[in-house]
């Protein structure tokens, strides 16, 4: 009861000291808590959404496309309409209505704007049933009732400002047929931003599919009493055949399946930052606890000469380091509500639906939230709780605020250069592997290694940068600038641990700028030499290029050719007899040898388009001992098998169509019915010689009636590339920003502390002549080299594992490492006025103490 009053009495004494601390907990729990509160939000919203739209029991075809994949044929796979009576005349069938949905389309108001979804989802097409009733609720208008009547649902309505009678266009596989709006349906449940569009079942089967007579699917009711199990038995007993049949549950767990993934990965990225962010935390709690435990020597040596023994003072510690942590915890997972909410409404500006109806707390959120925060506090705390513990009761006869042996220490410093050369190896392993696998593990390896030894050797290596960057940075400030740089080198543990806290987040920054950087050089490189065609016409969504798109490259003037290129899935059977299933095989014109050009090892390419025949790459060639002449044997998944003679080898060097297989697009057609055919993933063209700019300008008039559809040119491509990766380098830099914030807090923390424990020396300071100016600098200028020595370490530390990264990715292709300077000195610069604005509060507080009182505190 003793040690708990006095952890009490100075916890609370010195709460101000501990604020930042505990700070920096909240934000570390509530990155996690956040986290999981905002990814099992949206689990409850897409479960709650396919258990809606999920039947008792459903049947669909068998080779039927999940619910994330788009049929390259244009069409989703169907069954005959006759299959509805067969299935309602199964025992426990209550009812049965026969369903038709597609997601290759695209639909576009009068101006030629596209309705789809801007954040990914999919643009949802099909018939209205007396089933959509589960999800849907008419607000509007009625139900289509014929060829020139659609649905929309009311979020698209809402966002794109459609009213009943406002004409949309849609464009199929079939063609493009335009309706005007005669409802509009809101969801019962959340839509997560899907555009939805309904039709009556006629133009439904007519304009989705193809042929009337099908259906992708038929939703079976059951009567009351009779299980899903057993009506999934019923059903499936009467319709033999190709068929899948899957109770509600089984239905909704698929379609949970298949959006798992996604939710997964954004998961545990999420997590991932918060794992740096706390790491950084627990460098300032440390710090924190270390420069109060030196500031109460004399205290805890009075405490040990009146009777406390190590283990009370020890105890005394690690509960001011619980209280610490449970205050802090508490409030993050909190704050991680919070922050979930936030980010809901971030993803629903940008077109992703989550309703906070959904908000989902589970019991497992604040345990996770509160366990992670008060044991990583106590952890953390644990060392200079050992360190109080050993304080002499002759501590007592000290003067207050005498810190601790902050000498780097030579056995720390032989570790951590052991620990960084060992990092080191495994970097360079990681540069020379031969194999991906290999070098990764040598990677991860290297990277944690040389983070450990670099955190280990930061106050050995506190001395000299310190001292670099004092005279580059400092000396121009005369005596205050030198008072600054003797006041970093003082303790240079202290220095070390603040530096580190910096040094993680812009190690990352760092690496993820030379990886970034040297992937758009590389691909930029690659584009160069590979691809000869001047155009590249593909769809931002994955849509496959629909016929009516394909006839308008056709027939545009001033384009030399346009080449087919189509995506077909087989199995594949190599003269060793080793078969590879759910192979790819690029199906293309003969033109395209011109617009990618290819090198071969053996063979020819452009004979690889003649009849019969295909080229391999040189890793399945050399898996399989294949040579020029032999013979795969090819099942077209849906068509016939074939006998393909190989006619080249191609080179796999490069990474834009690695060991990939090609045959002539009219090969394939010989064994695909044409129903079958996949449509084109991609599509190439080139331009009359000195026709460029015409072509390109006649090429996006051409294809100007499909949004869907992007026109680029090679520098248009380029630029593209840049965009998508910078934009992915800038969600990364903002969830690293948490760990950068924990870590500047670090330093107004380090700062603030070490004011409170020199109030003698500044009061002294001032009583001989300086300024509260000159003060108030002197504090700037001592956190600028803290966090310029920070960022010296976390940069250069960052670019060795860019480095290596690099070089690992080179056996994928990105063969060029380029360093962006411009990034790395604006991160540096940056972190000199990271330094300023953290030594605001403190070097205030400091010009603000009484000369007087500050000369008479012990």
Same mark, same amino acid.
């Given at each position: 009861m003793t040690i708990l009053k006095t952890s009490l009495r100075n916890f609370f004494a010195h709460k101000g000291r501990m604020a930042l601390s505990a700070i920096a907990v909240l934000l570390s729990v509530a990155f996690v808590s956040g986290t999981l509160v905002f990814t099992d939000t949206m689990n409850t919203t897409f479960d709650k959404l396919f258990a809606a739209t999920a039947a008792d029991v459903t049947v669909s075809p068998k080779d039927a496309a999940t619910d994330d994949e788009m049929p390259q044929t244009g069409r989703p796979e169907s069954l005959p309409a006759s299959l509805v009576a067969t299935v309602e005349k199964a025992d426990g069938v209550k009812s049965a209505e026969g369903g038709v949905v597609s997601m290759s389309v695209t639909v576009v108001d009068a101006d030629n704007k596209n309705m789809g979804s801007s954040n990914g989802a999919p643009t949802i097409a099909g018939n209205?049933?007396?089933?959509?009733?589960?999800?849907? =609720?008419?607000?509007?208008?009625?139900?289509?009732?014929?060829?020139?009547?659609?649905?929309?649902?009311?979020?698209?309505?809402?966002?794109?400002?459609?009213?009943?009678?406002?004409?949309?266009?849609?464009?199929?596989?079939?063609?493009?047929?335009?309706?005007?709006?005669?409802?509009?349906?809101?969801?019962?449940?959340?839509?997560?931003?899907?555009?939805?569009?309904?039709?009556?079942?006629?133009?439904?089967?007519?304009?989705?599919?193809?042929?009337?007579?099908?259906?992708?699917?038929?939703?079976?009711?059951?009567?009351?009493?009779?299980?899903?199990?057993?009506?999934?038995? @019923?059903?499936?007993?009467?319709?033999?055949?190709?068929?899948?049949?899957?109770?509600?549950?089984?239905?909704?767990?698929?379609?949970?399946?298949?959006?798992?993934?996604?939710? %997964?990965?954004?998961?545990?990225?999420?997590?991932?930052?918060?794992?740096?962010?706390?790491?950084?935390?627990?460098?300032?709690?440390?710090?924190?606890?270390?420069?109060?435990?030196?500031?109460?020597?004399? =205290?805890?040596?009075?405490?040990?000469?009146?009777?406390?023994?190590?283990?009370?003072? @020890?105890?005394?510690?690690?509960?001011e380091a619980l209280l610490l942590g449970v205050i802090g915890s508490i409030a993050g997972v909190a704050a991680g509500v919070g922050l979930a909410i936030g980010l809901m409404e971030l993803m629903s500006s940008m077109g992703m639906n989550l309703s906070t109806d959904d908000l989902t707390v589970k019991w497992t959120t604040p345990a996770v939230g509160l366990t992670l925060g008060i044991v990583v506090t106590v952890l953390a705390a644990y060392i200079p709780a050992r360190r109080a513990g050993k304080v002499s009761p002759m501590a007592a006869l000290r003067d207050a605020g005498t810190p601790a042996d902050g000498r780097a220490g030579l056995v720390r410093g032989i570790i951590g250069l052991v620990l960084t050369g060992a990092g080191a190896a495994g970097l360079w392993a990681a540069a020379q592997a031969d194999k991906a696998t290999e070098g990764s593990m040598w990677l991860g390896l290297g990277v944690v290694l040389s983070l450990i030894g670099f955190i280990v050797i930061g106050p050995l290596l506190a001395g000299g940068v310190v001292r670099v960057i004092g005279a580059v940075v400092l000396r121009v400030f005369g005596p205050v600038g030198r008072m600054a740089e003797r006041n970093a080198l003082r303790n240079p543990r202290r220095t070390g641990a603040t530096g580190a806290a910096l040094m993680i987040g812009l190690a990352l920054v760092a690496c993820l700028s030379v990886v970034g950087s040297s992937m758009v050089a590389s691909a930029t490189e690659e584009l160069d030499k590979s691809v000869g065609a001047d155009f590249i016409v593909n769809a931002s969504n994955g849509q496959p290029i629909m016929p009516q798109a394909?006839?308008?490259?056709?027939?545009?003037?001033?384009?030399?050719?346009?080449?087919?290129?189509?995506? *077909?899935?087989?199995?594949?059977?190599?003269?060793?007899?080793?078969?590879?299933?759910?192979?790819? *095989?690029?199906?293309?014109?003969?033109?395209?040898?011109?617009?990618?050009?290819?090198?071969?090892?053996?063979?020819?390419?452009?004979?690889?388009?003649?009849?019969?025949?295909?080229?391999?790459?040189?890793?399945?060639?050399?898996?399989?001992?294949?040579?020029?002449?032999?013979?795969?044997?090819? $099942?077209?998944?849906?068509?016939?098998?074939?006998?393909?003679?190989?006619?080249?080898?191609?080179? %796999?060097?490069?990474?834009?169509?690695?060991? $990939?297989?090609?045959?002539?697009?009219?090969?394939?057609?010989?064994?695909?019915?044409?129903?079958?055919?996949?449509? @084109?993933?991609?599509?190439?063209?080139?331009? =009359?010689?000195?026709?460029?700019?015409?072509?390109?300008?006649?090429?996006?008039?051409?294809?100007?009636?499909?949004?869907?559809? =992007?026109?680029? @040119?090679?520098?248009?491509?380029?630029?593209?590339?840049?965009?998508?990766?910078g934009q992915l380098l800038n969600i990364v830099y903002g969830l690293l920003a948490l760990a950068i914030i924990v870590a500047v807090l670090g330093v107004v923390n380090t700062l603030a502390l070490s004011v409170v424990e020199r109030t003698r020396e500044i009061g002294l300071m001032r009583a001989i002549g300086l300024s509260r100016r000159q003060l108030r600098r002197m504090i700037r200028l001592e956190s600028v080299v803290i966090a310029l020595f920070g960022a010296l370490l976390g940069l250069g530390l960052g670019m060795g594992w860019g480095t290596a990264a690099q070089k690992l990715l080179a056996l994928e292709g990105l063969g060029v490492l380029e360093i962006p300077w411009p990034t790395i000195l604006t991160v540096f610069v940056g972190s000199a006025f990271v330094g300023l604005f953290a030594a605001l509060v403190p070097a205030f507080r400091a010009g603000r103490m009484n000369v007087l009182n500050a000369i008479a505190t012990e």
């Open positions: 209205w049933t007396q089933g959509d009733l589960r999800t849907m =609720e008419i607000t509007a208008g009625h139900a289509p009732r014929g060829p020139t009547d659609v649905m929309v649902d009311a979020d698209t309505a809402e966002k794109h400002g459609l009213k009943l009678g406002d004409e949309l266009r849609t464009i199929a596989v079939t063609g493009d047929f335009t309706a005007k709006i005669s409802g509009i349906a809101s969801f019962k449940v959340t839509n997560p931003g899907a555009a939805v569009v309904y039709f009556d079942t006629a133009t439904a089967q007519r304009e989705l599919l193809g042929k009337t007579g099908r259906f992708t699917h038929i939703a079976v009711t059951a009567e009351s009493g009779v299980s899903h199990e057993q009506l999934k038995k @019923n059903v499936a007993g009467a319709a033999a055949g190709p068929y899948k049949f899957q109770t509600q549950q089984e239905a909704a767990d698929a379609g949970r399946e298949d959006v798992s993934g996604f939710l %997964d990965v954004m998961k545990y990225a999420m997590l991932g930052f918060a794992g740096i962010a706390v790491l950084v935390g627990i460098f300032l709690i440390v710090n924190t606890f270390s420069m109060l435990v030196a500031q109460r020597t004399r =205290e805890i040596g009075l405490m040990r000469a009146i009777g406390s023994s190590r283990r009370q003072v @020890n105890r005394s510690v690690l509960v394909q006839q308008a490259m056709e027939k545009t003037p001033d384009i030399a050719h346009v080449t087919e290129y189509k995506g *077909i899935e087989a199995t594949l059977t190599s003269p060793d007899g080793k078969t590879e299933k759910d192979a790819f *095989i690029a199906a293309a014109d003969p033109t395209y040898a011109q617009d990618l050009r290819r090198e071969t090892v053996a063979g020819e390419l452009s004979a690889a388009y003649g009849k019969d025949a295909m080229s391999v790459g040189e890793t399945y060639a050399t898996e399989h001992g294949v040579k020029v002449g032999d013979t795969i044997t090819v $099942a077209f998944k849906g068509g016939d098998t074939a006998k393909l003679k190989v006619a080249a080898i191609t080179s %796999d060097d490069g990474s834009i169509d690695k060991g $990939a297989k090609y045959t002539n697009i009219t090969t394939a057609e010989q064994y695909l019915p044409a129903e079958r055919m996949p449509k @084109n993933l991609i599509m190439f063209a080139k331009a =009359e010689e000195g026709k460029e700019t015409e072509a390109y300008e006649a090429l996006k008039t051409a294809l100007a009636p499909y949004p869907q559809y =992007e026109v680029q @040119n090679q520098t248009d491509f380029k630029k593209d590339l840049q965009d998508q990766v």
